[in-house]
T-cell receptor, first 110, second 115 residues
């Protein structure tokens, strides 16, 4: 299973765009990149997933370069309610074992 | 219309006791999981069941015994509780047979405190 590395914490201000980069140097051909968000006292919540290039949904965008050794979660115009822990995961196709890393603690300030 | 629900939300007990945490999902998913989140916030998978069959059993003490009476339920029973068992336990589910196209849906956790 590919190991992921992401910053421990980040600070931002309301209205700014936040980019969180995750490294996964030994990602396998069949692996997908998935991001989860966790608020205090809640379970993680799926945000976005992608294989290559760019994926966008109503919450975030995910940028994946051609070599797939890293990925960047982009949160447009964050608000105070985006303060949470963001987990980058590499998930194997057909795999049941989703492994979480330490995550990035994002603090959004007014 | 809660998707994954677990009870109780808080559980305070003494060392040596036996306790259970219940989990139910109404998403029609085939696979259910138990994760443990320690004080440092690391989430570690403990068990996974697919269609009531155990498919993942990480290095968890055998004091922990999951039980899946049907696809919608996965309960966790813990014998002889120890101080180190204090953590938040999360239940999750996914449509397991679709692999990548199957994000996890988590419950809101059970905070277990062993005194």
């Amino acid at each position: 299973l590919a190991k992921t590395t992401q910053p421990i914490s980040m600070d931002s201000y309301e209205g700014q765009e936040v980019n969180i980069t995750c490294s996964h140097n030994n990602i396998a051909t069949n692996d997908y990149i998935t991001w989860y968000q966790q608020f205090p006292s809640q379970g993680p919540r799926f945000i976005i997933q992608g294989y290559k290039t760019k994926v966008t949904n109503e919450v975030a965008s995910l940028f994946i370069p051609a070599d797939r050794k890293s990925s960047t979660l982009s949160l447009p115009r964050v608000s105070l309610s985006d303060t949470a822990v963001y987990y980058c995961l590499v998930v194997a196709t057909g795999g049941f074992k989703t492994i979480f890393g330490a995550g990035t603690r994002l603090f959004v300030k007014a | 219309d809660t998707a994954v629900s677990q009870t109780p939300k808080y559980l305070v007990t003494q060392m040596g006791n036996d306790k259970s945490i219940k989990c139910e999902q109404n998403l029609g998913h085939d696979t259910m999981y138990w994760y443990k989140q320690d004080s440092k916030k690391f989430l570690k998978i403990m068990f996974s069941y697919n269609n009531k069959e155990l498919i993942i059993n990480e290095t968890v003490p055998n004091r922990f015994s999951p039980k899946s009476p049907d696809k919608a339920h996965l309960n966790l029973h813990i014998n002889s509780l120890e101080l180190g068992d204090s953590a938040v336990y999360f239940c999750a589910s996914s449509q397991g047979d679709r692999g990548w196209d199957s994000p996890l849906h988590f419950g809101n956790g059970t905070r277990l405190t062993v005194t």
